[in-house]
């Protein structure tokens, strides 16, 4: 296919915007819009996989922050408004302490007790 009289120019111009505007952080320095269809590509397999690890990240922690709940709902009864926040707070490693105290606590303010 022909090119069109100016098309380098817009292409240059594109790929300039794109660089600047659009993808600042995410592009290195590029002159052709050939160079930022190359780099998409690759980009873009590594952007899914990093969101697939957030995404498995993020539903590991609900999932523990679900389980526990219902671990001390069964043990010590509904939980009140505070213990709904302090859980939803929570990281990982404040769950996995919570559920290693929920064995031996005889209340939900041992549970959650300050060391």
């Not at 022909?2 to 380098?8: F, N």
């Not at 919570?98 to 303010?109: H, Q, V």
């Amino acid at each position: 296919m022909a090119a069109c009289p100016g098309e380098a120019a817009v292409r240059r111009g594109f790929t300039g915007w794109l660089r600047r505007v659009l993808l600042p952080q995410r592009l290195p320095e590029l002159n052709d819009l050939e160079e930022v269809s190359a780099m998409l590509a690759e980009r873009v397999v590594e952007w899914t996989r990093q969101w697939r690890e957030e995404g498995h990240k993020e539903g590991r922690h609900e999932g523990e922050a679900l389980l526990l709940r219902r671990l001390l709902e069964r043990r010590f009864g509904p939980l009140d408004a505070a213990a709904d926040l302090r859980l939803a707070a929570a990281d990982d490693e404040q769950l996995l302490l919570w559920a290693e105290r929920i064995l031996a606590a005889g209340s939900l303010e041992e549970v959650f007790a300050e060391d």
